[in-house]
């Protein structure tokens, strides 16, 4: 039978397949090959027995949390107390891709914005709407991109992680902690990693972005993982063009052209300390 691995402890894989769950332990070969299953994982398994066979082919895998074949990541991005830091949200979106997982942008907090600040934030929802980014600023936009997904939600401390997935289900004003400690918030923690069902969508909340950094990231991962730096490339003089002060950079000229950014640019050229 086929299912995925919803929870794990210690040696304990909970599998869910056609709506019932199955506690699970992984065939010794598995130590033999040096892998080990992982919450997310897709793997066929014996229901009778209790273990599991064979792990399917990961689509990415995760340290922190420790989870496999993540579908989305909603980046919470609050816009008021704490205010909106571009910088974070470009060095979060550029890792979530490198990673090989979509990324979603859910500005909150906007109704706190004054008529200025809310023509700031627009401008920048028009630019990443541009780039190809997806962007939600209400629970139902939301809702309708994460059907059938699997979901990590991260963001800055504040940002309202916790108070939007209580918005996409109620009854997880209890679970909300849960979420949180089991991936290591807070002065308790345990050691197990949980996928929660919501309707037809898998979610682990997680603070795991806010807290790495461009991990194994070469200069051209970066570039690459910035759609107008990348898309652009085939435009410049060079076809191995950082844009920084190339002769020939077609992307130096879209940012001087308004049509990049300047504070995009600025966070790139941060990101390769150049």
């Not at 898998?202 to 970066?222: A, C, L, Q, Y």
């Amino acid at each position: 039978m086929k299912g995925i691995i919803v929870k794990n402890i210690s040696n304990d894989y909970t599998v869910k397949a056609n709506g019932k769950l199955y506690v699970c332990k992984p065939r010794g070969k598995f130590r033999l090959d040096n892998s080990t299953p992982l919450v997310g994982d897709y793997v066929t398994f014996d229901e009778k027995n209790n273990y599991i066979l064979d792990i399917e082919k990961r689509k990415n895998e995760l340290i922190r949390p420790n989870v496999a074949n993540i579908d989305i990541a909603v980046i919470v991005t609050s816009v008021k107390h704490p205010d909106f830091d571009s910088y974070l949200l470009d060095k979060t979106l550029t890792i979530i891709s490198y990673n090989n997982i979509v990324p979603i942008i859910y500005f909150s907090k906007l109704d706190l914005l004054d008529n200025n600040e809310r023509k700031e934030i627009d401008k920048y929802i028009a630019y990443y709407k541009n780039i190809g980014i997806h962007l939600a600023t209400n629970k139902d936009e939301l809702i309708k991109l994460l059907s059938n997904k699997t979901v990590v939600f991260t963001g800055q401390s504040g940002a309202g992680k916790s108070t939007l997935l209580n918005k996409i289900d109620p009854t997880l004003e209890l679970k909300t902690d849960e979420i949180s400690m089991a991936l290591g918030r807070g002065k308790h923690t345990t050691r197990h990693t949980e996928l929660y069902s919501i309707d037809d969508m898998f979610i682990v909340d997680t603070p795991g972005f806010s807290k790495i950094d461009f991990h194994n990231m070469t200069e051209r991962d970066i570039r690459d993982n910035m759609p107008e730096m990348f898309d652009n490339l085939e435009y410049c003089k060079y076809s191995d063009c950082m844009h920084v002060s190339e002769d020939g950079c077609h992307v130096i000229e879209l940012v001087k052209e308004n049509k990049i950014l300047e504070s995009r640019y600025k966070n790139y050229r941060s990101f390769i300390n150049r």
